[in-house]
């Protein structure tokens, strides 16, 4: 057994081993710790006991190409110098791990690299990808601003890739706003691919998040944009299209966030262009819904029976009463049951509303956690209550 | 009892005592003659024996409104001085009536005046309706024309309400490769509404039709319009959409087209333009099958099964081998089944050819009759054969 430091210790090694998304790699740290599967590859041996469910042959051959690349591994001090820089390594377990990157299963990410303001696993709560073509036209481009804006300035956070066209236009349409961004590159965080998006990535950190799951100096690979795509269809609640020609990368996020069961939405534009030709593929064959706009994202991504009459305008000048970073309809049912416990004067105490919510005392914890980041409830002298201004 | 010519001129003077689509005359026709309809109008009596299944109260209104109107049918010649000129009348029965009116029940057309050059039985077994926005953008009078032009190249006739905006630009774009077009009018034929497509309507009669259940020289109604949408949805196959507001009449015949079980389509277009709403209205909510191009509709209107290799390029220009009016992927079943039937040379009997395909010999004779105005067989001494340019 190994302690939490040498299990980060060992997930940053073994980042420099293996391509993002190994799935051998994956299958081994369900019955390994890392640790483990770091002393394997330095060792002679080519077999872990107790590894008996899977394949020796595709273990040994996995085993062999990470030992080729041990030499890569930079020396001890390496992570203790990352992450005294801006960059900070959040590992499955911690506070900051987004829970739904499980549903990859074995392809879920060994760490991942953040710098940025945000919260990952907070921002995460509420977010919605828009992704695209790179070549996007003026149409696009602008319909892809005008979505990051409308729904960041509702309090959803605006998951893309970092990328040239549509994915820089979402992003700089969150950003328009003061909303919250997080943009998951393929390439390191240092190294910063594409790199004419450098001020774009510096940007986004001040009130979002840059993340990669690949060690901070790495160039990109052309597998590890689809690797990465994964990330991006995990991260959020569901992903609209925004342009995309017939053979575009971002039909590849639209599968995978299918495959993850997370809604797909396609954003339609002129039958004339080429790059919606993607868009109009995926509606046809009904992998999409179609959307025009904020509102018809946020109905299909808020549970039913939570519907909530906003005006994306109103939310972009401000003009709404409160200022929280998740508008009410759009919590999820538990937390939401769990606001309804916390009283709106005195306090109660947590095992209290954990009992009238119906759940158990680490949910209520967790749920209070994230209404408080929210701004919904404050910790009192008898427990939590309601702040002021969020209303009933 | 009345003969042919008795029930001709009822159901002329009928037209001009009930509104188009009048669901109680439609009903009385069930259950009595034209003649006697008329009759009971012209009389001081309030009920026809025998009309026991219709509320006595609803028919004694009806009547008494069309009573009301009797001073505005014409002298008893105006039927054959109209007949003597470029219009035609057409009845239920007759060898031109396209039976697929008579999905619409009780609000099947009384008659139809036509003019035109093309049989509006035969131009409507393998037609598609494109309807739209009058007050269409530049794009959508691109892409209704580019639609028309390349499913009329295709051997399609284009149904369509010969308005400003998209249904022009069907027709023209039918016009345009030498296809045949049909144009359903809201008002009489002599009347010609709009006024100011008097050109295009004498261009569509030269290949392709007019159309109207109005006596010729009666003006449209508000309310007539819709009535005429219902004629626009059950001639068709199936009715496409290009560009419809949201509270546009177009969405009023895609919606009975629904009711009459007829695939609905729509283009899409930028969500930008309000003029595209109505399609993106549709296509989110499932009512309309999102479609590109001709290639979409001609796979949604096609049996399955029946799939065809075209190209409307190839078509337009007139590069494919044969000239049918109606390629061979879209002629019905059972018309595909009794071309089987026709040897390629020799010649077979209509009663061999029928008992082949498994069908009647009224059907093998109607389908012989479609086949022959087709250009795919054709009579010879020992009965039928197919063609030469037809291949197999």
Redesign the interface.
């Known amino acids: 057994m190994t302690g939490a430091a040498d299990d980060r210790d060992a997930r940053a090694a073994l980042s420099f081993l293996a391509e993002p998304g190994d799935l051998v790699l994956g299958a081994m740290l369900r019955q390994a710790c890392p640790a483990e599967v770091l002393a394997l590859t330095r060792s002679d041996h080519d077999l872990l006991p107790g590894l008996d469910r899977l394949d020796p042959g595709t273990v040994s051959r996995a085993v062999s190409r990470w030992r080729a690349r041990l030499a890569s591994v930079p020396s001890p001090g390496w992570l203790a110098m990352w992450a005294g820089g801006p960059l900070r390594l959040v590992c499955p377990g911690d506070p900051e791990w987004p829970t739904q990157l499980d549903d990859l299963g074995d392809a879920r990410p060994l760490l991942l690299w953040l710098r940025g303001a945000a919260d990952l696993r907070f921002a995460c709560l509420c977010s919605v990808s828009i992704v695209g073509a790179r070549a996007a036209t003026g ?1 696009g481009t ?2 892809a601003g005008e979505l990051g804006a409308d729904l960041a300035g509702a309090g959803w956070a605006i998951v893309s890739g970092g990328a040239y066209g549509i994915d820089a236009a979402a992003h700089r349409g969150a950003l328009a706003v003061g909303g919250c961004t997080v943009a998951i590159l393929a390439s390191g965080l240092s190294f910063g691919y594409p790199r004419g998006h450098q001020e774009l990535f510096d940007m986004i950190c001040q009130t979002g998040l840059l993340v990669s799951e690949r060690p901070p100096d790495q160039a990109p690979t052309r597998p590890g944009f689809l690797v990465r795509n994964r990330m991006i269809a995990a991260l959020s609640r569901g992903t609209a299209v925004v342009e995309a020609a017939l053979r575009s990368g971002a039909l590849n996020t639209a599968r995978q966030a299918g495959e993850l069961h997370r809604p797909v939405m396609a ?6 262009s080429d790059q ?2 993607g868009c ?1 593929e995926l ?2 064959d009904g992998r999409a ?5 904020a509102c ?1 994202v946020v109905e299909l991504l808020t549970p039913l029976g939570e519907a909530q009459d906003w005006d994306p305008a109103a939310n972009r000048t401000g003009r709404t009463g409160r200022d929280p970073a998740v508008p009410p309809g759009v919590i999820d049912p538990v937390t939401a049951g769990v606001l309804r416990a916390v009283p709106a004067r005195a306090g109660r105490g947590p095992a209290t509303i954990a009992t009238l919510a119906g759940v158990d005392l680490d949910t209520a914890f967790r749920c209070l956690g994230l209404l408080a980041a929210a701004g919904y409830v404050e910790r009192c002298d008898q427990g939590w209550r309601r702040r002021r201004e969020c209303g009933s």
Do not use: E, W
């Not at 954003?267 to 004339?272: A, E, K, L």
């Open positions: 149409y602008h319909v954003v339609p534009g002129p039958v004339t919606s030709a109009h509606i046809r819904t179609l959307v025009t706009g018809d």
